[in-house]
């Protein structure tokens, strides 16, 4: 296995990323910092990481005494923050106005309610739109979990606020999220939150059917599956991203190259989950970036679906390190 050129200098980025923030974050959870260091290489920003030490402590230090901005969380927050805003301590502010607005009309206090108010405000720069955006994704999440009352719960907050971007009735929205959600369990797909996950991330697409996006998701977990790349439920938001990839197969063996690689990385031998997920995350980013075929509207959903993977990533690792750790994020406070 031989990294093309610009593969392996995606690679080297990747890990002098990871390693200028490993020293400020030693005692961070290693998936934590693996995936602040994927945002940064997917993104326009470089990492400066004095500002980015600087951002986190304000976080920590405006935050409330019980609030989840005390745990770790403050480090996913913030990368999301100062990869996407030129003023990041502004930005945060901002997104301070917005957690309190969604807990105003009906979102409960958890660290995913932090993240979706940053996808809001990457999402909805005119700050007069954001009552209204923040009142239609508490309608989508109460339809979402009308749905599924028992898979349902506030770590689809930051799917809802995506989804509240598509310009269509709520009712026919979660509409065609059951008929995705239906159509992948009848074809081999477990069911479950990462299922309702992939049905929520897809129907961010505007460009294709509900059938047109089953059929495209069938076709990259078997190509998926032929890989050497263990298919596993929590990776169904990596095949929704890859139903987007020109020349799919050839594009899998690209991320298999690249998950190979990373997986003989001394930092990442034992991550090979993860590694899949950052090996996605890079490489669908890359082609993006490339892509002169690729229509204006569709690339802005495009990357509003590799946001919502990004997203679902933070938030699944900070949720299982505040779990672990005790004390850690109690959850009361602002």
Sequence with gaps: MTLSKELAQLKDTYIEVYEQLRKEMRWTDKKIVMMVASVYVTSDRELDIHRYVKLCETIKKDAGLFSYLKSPLRYSVAAMLDSSFEDPFGAFNEM?????????YGFNRSQFTYLAAVAMIQNNPRK??????VQRAVEIH???KKEHP???????????VLL???EVETETLIGQVEHIYRSLDQNGFRKGNHLQFLSHMLSLDEAHTADELVERTISASIALKASDVSFKS???PESGLLVFLENEENQIRKIEDFKQALDLEGPFK?????NVKVAVNILVSHQLQESTT???GVFTTLETIMQAQQVATLAGVSAATAAASSGDGGGGGQ
């Design 234 to 236: 929590m990776l169904y």
């Design 128 to 133: 007069s739109e954001y009552k209204e955006k």
């Design 294 to 296: 690729i229509k204006t």
């Design 150 to 160: 028992f898979l349902t719960s506030n770590d689809d907050y930051p799917l809802a």
């Design 270 to 274: 034992w991550q090979k989950d993860m």
């Design 142 to 144: 109460q339809l979402m």
């Design 96 to 104: 301070m106005n917005v957690y309190k607005s969604m807990i105003h």
């Design 164 to 166: 509240s971007k598509r």
